[in-house]
Structures are given as C-alpha cells and as structure tokens.
C-alpha cells in the first residue's frame, strides 16, 4: 500500500527508487546496485551455480511531468504514458515539489498531436510563483490507497503493485535452500515503450542465461476476471513469450493442488516479456488482472461514447497480490527441479503407444 501510493513517471521515478533504497538497507542478505541506465538489480549474498532467475517489475505509471510554469496559475505539462484523450480536459491533478508538497490542479486544455507526449495546460487552485519546477511529477488526484471488500484501490497498481510482489517474494525466497540465484530487475520508462527493459536487454545488465519473470498488473477481462487468482500470462497483444519458460511454469502450477491460478493470453497491452524475449533472453510473465487500467474507468463505455470518461483509482485483488508472492515462490523453487510429466515425455509416450497406426 506504500508503494502503490508513490508518485512516479518515466523519467522520473526517483521517488519509489528512494523507497526500495531505503527498503534495502534494512534486509539482510541482498545487494542493490543500478545498471548505467538507473534500473535496480537485486541480487543476493550468497553464491549459486545455477543459471539466474529474475523476477523483474517496472518502476513507473502513467503521468505527468512540468514542462515549465506558464504564471503563478497555470503550468505546462506533458503526459508520459498511455490514456485516452477524452479522459484529461476537466480532471483533477496533483503536481508534486521536490519536498513531495502537493498542488492541486485542473486540465483546462489538451494538445494531443504534441511529440513526443501529449500535452495539458493545467490551472492551479492556489497561485504558486517559482515553486514548480520543470520536471516535477504530477498525477491524477486521489485519496490513498484503500481495501474494500478485499481490493485494493490505489494511485498506481500497474506496475508498482508488481514491484511490492516482487520485493515480498525475494524476502520469502531468501530464506529458502538452494536458491541464491533468484535476483529482482526493476526496470524504468516502460510506460513509454519498455524503454528500461530495452536498454537493460541489449546491454546485459542481467546475464543472457538469466531466466525471466516478468510481472505486470493487466488489464481485466470478462474471461480473465479480478480474483480468480494471478495469471501466467502465455502472450500480450504483440508477441507470445518464451513457450520454454511458460510450459516449464506451467507444468509446475498444474502439479499444485488447491491454488487458484489462470494462464491467459492478456491482449490488453504490449510488456517487457516481448522486449526480452526479442533480445533472446527466456522470459514469460506473471500479472494481476487490474480494474480501472491506467486509471481509466469504463473504458469500453467511453470509447462507445455511452459512458462519461472520468478518472478512477486501479483495482486489483488482495487475495490475487498474496497468490502472485506464492506462485513466485513455487515457480523459483521447483523450476530447476526434474518434473515427473513434461510435455515431450507425454508426446514420446504417445507416439510409442500409437505408433503402430503409423506402419
């Protein structure tokens, strides 16, 4: 609930780095350095001889940054990340200093053909001369994060409530035997393409032979319903993941009796498993079925033009959040383990069982 209420965009994502910075320090165990690009690699203490796994999250949310302050009233900004347009002109924003003091703000106009960001001219309520500066965050203005009936309603679920799964996890498997080459990636600017993930990719920040899982909070589907657990998500709207990696998690999750889980394709949205994977790493990914994605409340409605585009927390399952540490756990610790029923020993025993209506 910390992390999903920390403001963030691409770029600028300084703030939730501090957090985890702050976080890490009181761990034991664990080494955090960045890459040159500024993602965050957290790796254990102790040695392994095993090939690493990575679970990797993304440190930003769609949002806004200060371009620069028009008068004492109104400020220029460009939005980072992907929303529709009818959602922008009449919200609510607040804009963040660098003492993390908020300003609360209207969109009075939206220049959506501005490169390479769309771009708002927002009005402030008070009058704040000098105070905000160029490249300041800002965000849509919401209360804090609260449970209601077992979800979460957060600022920022996609990804920052990835990057809490993925920190519980690594605290959980760092007591376990034998698996000191679980690391975490946690990845910048990929609500502007992937950028982080990109640069981290073709420059190596994690070994080629690193095994990769990806977390992502995704948008909810009727057939990919909130609460019916994570998803071991086999593709995105772009690409299919590693069928190496996603069979091998397959295979183990099918072996777990009573834990609630579903393997979907997610079309939603394009993730940093399509990124990896092109860079030939073995990536699949796991993700939280998400409400209101990027914030947007009825989306179908509004592209329909039958529903009034209005600005509204993310929404995920806390019952699905606490799954996805424990589906993390069990994939890390038996993936390196022999399984009793793969996929090609069941095709060789089919093939030797009906093989003679072949002569």
Same mark, same amino acid.
């Given at each position: 609930m910390e992390i999903t209420d920390i403001p963030t965009a691409a770029?600028?994502?300084?703030?939730?780095?501090?957090?985890?910075?702050?976080?890490?320090?009181?761990?034991?165990?664990?080494?955090?350095?960045?890459d040159r690009f500024g993602n965050l690699l957290i790796t254990q203490t102790r040695k392994s001889t095993k090939k690493p796994i990575y679970i990797t999250a993304h440190l930003d949310h769609p949002a806004f940054v200060v371009r620069k302050q028009i008068d004492e009233l109104h400020l220029e900004m460009e939005f980072r990340g992907g929303v529709n347009d009818a959602y922008f002109v009449?919200?609510?924003?607040?804009?963040?200093?660098?003492?993390?003091?908020?300003?609360?703000?209207?969109?009075?106009?939206?220049?959506?053909?501005?490169?390479?960001?769309?771009?708002?001219?927002?009005?402030?309520?008070? $009058?704040?001369? $000098?105070?905000?500066?160029?490249?300041?965050?800002?965000?849509?203005?919401?209360?804090?994060?609260?449970?209601?009936?077992?979800?979460?309603?957060?600022?920022?679920?996609?990804?920052?409530?990835?990057?809490?799964?993925?920190?519980?996890?690594?605290?959980?498997?760092?007591?376990?035997?034998?698996?000191?080459?679980?690391?975490?990636?946690l990845?910048?600017?990929?609500?502007?393409?992937?950028?982080?993930?990109?640069?981290?990719?073709?420059h190596r920040s994690v070994p080629k032979s690193s095994r990769l899982l990806c977390l992502e909070t995704s948008r909810s589907f009727p057939e990919s319903p909130i609460g019916d657990g994570p998803i071991l998500r086999v593709g995105d709207k772009t690409s299919v993941f590693g069928p190496e990696l996603t069979n091998a998690a397959t295979e183990i999750m099918n072996a777990q009796k009573n834990f609630s889980w579903q393997r979907k394709l997610m079309p939603g949205g394009t993730c940093e498993s399509t990124a990896f994977c092109d860079f030939g790493y073995l990536s699949t990914c796991l993700c939280l079925a998400l409400g209101n994605y990027h914030n947007m409340k009825d989306i179908d409605g509004v592209l329909q033009k039958n529903k009034p585009a209005k600005i509204a927390p993310e929404v995920i399952s806390v019952n699905d959040f606490h799954r996805l540490?424990?589906?993390?756990?069990?994939?890390?610790?038996?993936?390196?383990?022999?399984?009793k029923a793969t996929l090609r020993r069941a095709l060789d025993a089919r093939l030797k069982w009906h093989k003679k209506l072949l002569s």
């Open positions: 770029g600028q994502e300084w703030r939730v780095v501090d957090w985890i910075e702050a976080w890490a320090k009181r761990q034991g165990g664990i080494t955090l350095k960045k009449g919200a609510r924003v607040e804009v963040f200093d660098n003492d993390d003091n908020g300003y609360i703000g209207t969109i009075q106009s939206l220049d959506a053909k501005a490169k390479p960001f769309k771009r708002v001219v927002v009005k402030l309520k008070k $009058g704040v001369a $000098g105070i905000l500066l160029k490249d300041d965050v800002a965000r849509w203005h919401f209360k804090p994060p609260v449970v209601k009936n077992g979800l979460l309603h957060a600022p920022a679920c996609d990804d920052l409530a990835g990057v809490a799964a993925a920190l519980c996890a690594l605290d959980n498997i760092k007591k376990l035997p034998a698996l000191g080459n679980v690391g975490v990636l990845t910048r600017a990929e609500e502007i393409g992937f950028v982080g993930a990109i640069a981290a990719a073709k540490v424990d589906m993390l756990k069990i994939i890390c610790r038996d993936l390196d383990k022999p399984r």
